[in-house]
């Protein structure tokens, strides 16, 4: 079994989580929760590379919504749990000046 998961193990083409996104304490932590490379300034990383861990399904939807949320983020959109509904709608409406 050793060397079977020597030999076969593969990404199948999925690789993540050469930059991961972590706590500030966690050493290992490239980017911090909103993307953005700790002890540089200005300066985000949109892809794979911040997932922690891998997910359990495919990637690439993640990653699209990884990219959403970045450009949320940037323009300065927060949307919390805690919002309702009606909230965040208005949030968006007003933004893009429409409502
Ligand atoms: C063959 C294959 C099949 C796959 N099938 C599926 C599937 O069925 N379902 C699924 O969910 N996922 C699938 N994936 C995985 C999915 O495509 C990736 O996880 C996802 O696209 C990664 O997104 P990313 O933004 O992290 O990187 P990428 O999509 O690789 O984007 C990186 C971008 O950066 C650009 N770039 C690179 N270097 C530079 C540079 N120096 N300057 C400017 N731009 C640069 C590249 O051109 C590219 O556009 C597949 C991947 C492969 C390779």
């Known amino acids: 079994m050793k060397c079977l998961a020597q030999i076969f193990t593969v990404t199948i083409y999925h690789p993540v989580g050469t ?6 304490s966690d050493p290992t932590a ?3 929760h909103e993307l953005r490379v700790k ?3 200005r300066l985000r990383v949109v892809d794979g590379s911040v997932m922690p861990r891998i997910t359990s399904g495919n990637t690439n939807a993640p990653i699209i919504m990884i990219g959403e ?8 959109f927060y949307v919390t749990p805690r919002m309702g509904f009606s909230n965040i709608i208005n ?3 007003n933004n893009i000046g429409i409502g």
């Open 69 to 76: 949320k970045a450009s949320d983020l940037i323009r300065g």
């Open 30 to 32: 490239v980017v911090d």
């Open 19 to 24: 930059c991961k996104m972590g706590s500030p």
């Open 39 to 41: 002890n540089v300034r």
């Open 91 to 93: 949030l968006y409406t």
